[in-house]
């Protein structure tokens, strides 16, 4: 469904599948995120909370695809590790805010190449990020 709609509205620059819907889109797969990138390249905003399932390849992916993206939210994607945000810092220079609270399997290693690859970062989300230390914050 996602893909057929991404095919259709080519120029979305904002799509919410988190959040209050959480539930609906729990089973998204790294598939449907692939196919939203590759549909929609314009897209700035990404919303995709609570996909437990998502593993790194869909937010390569959309970073790959997606340069344009300004805001990201994988709170809750357990899956995601260092290389999503590594994808990230290198292909999303634009970024102002990133949440990844809950993503438990982040690590500091990541966090100097996001501070020096998205230097319009204002707002970082790493809440419940049990691995990471004062010393991922010092590095934004």
Do not use: M
Not at 25 to 39: K, R
């Amino acid at each position: 469904v996602l893909a057929r709609l991404a095919a259709r509205f080519r120029r979305t620059v904002s799509v919410n599948l988190g959040g209050n819907v959480r539930k609906s889109f729990q089973a998204l797969s790294n598939a449907s995120v692939y196919a939203l990138a590759a549909h929609c390249p314009q897209l700035s905003s990404v919303d995709i909370s609570w996909c437990r399932q998502l593993t790194d390849e869909s937010v390569v992916t959309l970073a790959k695809h997606c340069p344009l993206l300004t805001s990201v939210n994988f709170c809750t994607c357990s899956l995601l590790t260092d290389d999503s945000v590594l994808a990230l810092a290198e292909h999303c220079h634009l970024l102002t805010s990133v949440c990844f609270r809950f993503c438990v399997l982040l690590t500091d290693a990541s966090f100097a190449n996001l501070a020096q690859g998205c230097p319009l970062l204002t707002s970082v989300n790493v809440s419940q990020c049990n691995q990471l230390t004062g010393g991922a914050l010092l590095e934004l």
